[in-house]
């Protein structure tokens, strides 16, 4: 809540969040986020229809908080996986508003916004960072035609919730709320190099789709202490200065392109 | 449904590889659709799609063994726009709706323009599914449905992924029809310069590769 400004923000906007909730209906935000409540983590009992309490009450309220919050972005679905586990992290409504505000609004680039062109960007950055870094899996992913948004859309768009185990996701988030959403494309590349020799048996797109599934599963992804220490050692050095020109790179090819 | 791996070796014997695609607004069952054509189970639970799924799975049609990679969206329009070149080299499309949800139908249009912007040829086999006709609170009967796919020449089926009912016959269907245009994977083959090594006369088909 400190580090990332969210409990300023807070204490400096009193009744802000109550404010919210009681604002004028806004029916679109209040059904699509409504169609995403009994779709998000339908495994945890907390979440659950029946629950009491029940978090998707609670989900949909920083949800709808936010949507009219902030206006550009409105709701985007995986904000619904990643505000689910700031209310379980958190287990309070009006702190998991002020932290999903702080990633959403601050930490990561644009993201969510209609268009996700923060997102877009991040993907194809990652796309630069892997030919420059693990060459062969970039050539493979260029010879297939995949597209990196097939292959990792999901572990940007949900932080990686639900795709590594619950521990890891938390001891990432820690990093990217302390530092920044840098960190992203260290897990990225940690999870494709150590994986390396299985992505590279792939000979179709569906093939290298699932083994970009697979990697996120089994031992490595688990043991999250030791999987901490190889994202800071396995990628290699990856200066802010490098991500902010491949992001301005990457966002002026996208935007050229249209 | 087999491994990857395991359809992949099959494929010496297979007459073609169709990508199908999987659209329509979200919530309306497309993954529980998915589910259900391709191992045949339900769960009420299902999370939602985040970016791109698929699934792979072998029919056999009128004796020929046909390899359908069905890709599967989220429904929300902006996560659609990480995507445009998904709807490239389709061969068919199942476009569903919530026989019981007015919103997924009166936006059916708005899908039609999208598949007509990005589709890149104009063969591609359209059809209607008006899902989920297992709940009693349908807010569309049949009629409306078939009169909204005539219109766009599109097949038409209902069904519950739910209950099963109508599902098979309708992937069933849509390659049907696929195969009954042979412009519209023979050439797909050919263009991607496969070897057609395993193609006999009057066979008429080749293995492939290609998504």
């Known amino acids: 809540m400190a580090l990332s400004g969210a409990q300023t923000q807070m204490d400096r906007n009193p009744g802000y969040y109550h404010q919210l909730l009681q604002g004028e209906r806004s029916p679109g935000l209040e059904d699509a986020i409504r169609t995403d409540l009994n779709r998000t983590f339908p495994d945890n009992v907390k979440f659950r229809r ?20 902030n206006q550009g972005v409105g709701y985007c679905q995986g904000m619904n996986f990643i505000a689910g586990y700031l209310i379980l992290i958190t287990k309070n409504e009006e702190e998991s508003f002020w932290l999903l505000d702080a990633l959403v609004g601050r930490i990561l680039p644009d993201y969510y916004s209609p268009a996700m062109l923060g997102l877009k960007t991040d993907q194809e950055v990652l796309g630069e960072l892997v030919r420059a870094k693990l060459p062969a899996v970039g ?3 260029e010879r297939l035609g995949a597209l990196w948004t097939l ?11 639900d795709v590594l185990p619950v521990e890891t996701v938390l001891r990432i988030w820690d990093c990217l709320f302390n530092e920044g959403s ?5 897990v990225a590349l940690t999870l494709i190099k150590q994986h390396q020799a299985l992505i590279l048996e792939a000979t179709s797109i569906p093939d290298i789709c699932e083994k970009f599934k697979q990697i996120t599963q ?12 190889k994202i800071f050692s396995e990628p290699g050095s990856l200066s802010t200065t490098t991500v902010t020109k491949l992001r301005e790179s990457c966002r002026a090819r996208l935007l050229a392109q249209g | ?9 099959m494929d010496e014997d297979v007459l073609t590889t169709l990508k199908i695609l999987i659209i329509g607004e979200s919530g309306v069952g497309k993954s529980s659709l998915l589910l259900r054509f391709t191992v045949d189970t339900f769960d009420p639970e299902l999370a939602a799609t985040i970016g791109v799924d698929f699934k792979v799975k072998t029919i056999s049609m009128d004796g020929n063994k046909v390899k359908l990679a069905i890709w599967n969206t989220a429904g929300q329009e902006r996560l659609r726009t990480l995507t445009p070149r998904y709807y490239r080299s389709a061969q068919g499309v199942i476009l569903l709706y919530d026989v019981t949800r007015r919103d997924t139908f009166v936006i059916l249009n708005n899908w039609l323009n999208e598949l007509e912007t990005y589709c890149a040829r104009n063969d591609i086999v359209n059809m209607l599914l008006g899902n989920t006709v297992d709940k009693e609170n349908r807010e569309f009967d049949r009629n409306k449905g078939l009169k909204f796919a ?3 020449s599109m097949f038409f089926v209902e069904a519950s992924a739910k209950t099963c009912d109508g599902v098979q016959c309708a992937f069933e269907e849509l390659v049907e029809k696929i195969i009954q245009t042979p412009g519209l994977w023979e050439s797909e083959t050919q263009s991607k310069g496969v070897k057609l090594s395993h193609r006999e006369e009057g066979h008429g088909g080749a293995a492939c590769g290609s998504y």
């Open chain 1, 50 to 69: 029946t629950a009491e309490p029940c978090l998707q009450k609670t989900l949909y309220n920083v949800l709808l908080a936010y949507g009219r919050h």
């Open chain 1, 139 to 141: 050539a493979l992913v």
């Open chain 1, 151 to 161: 292959l990792v859309s999901r572990w940007f768009i949900c932080l990686f919730v």
């Open chain 1, 182 to 186: 840098k960190i992203i494309f260290r």
């Open chain 1, 218 to 229: 089994g031992s490595f992804a688990t043991e999250c202490h030791v999987f901490m220490q």
């Open chain 2, 1 to 9: 449904m087999g491994s990857e791996q395991s359809s992949v070796r």
């Open chain 2, 150 to 152: 005539r219109k766009h």
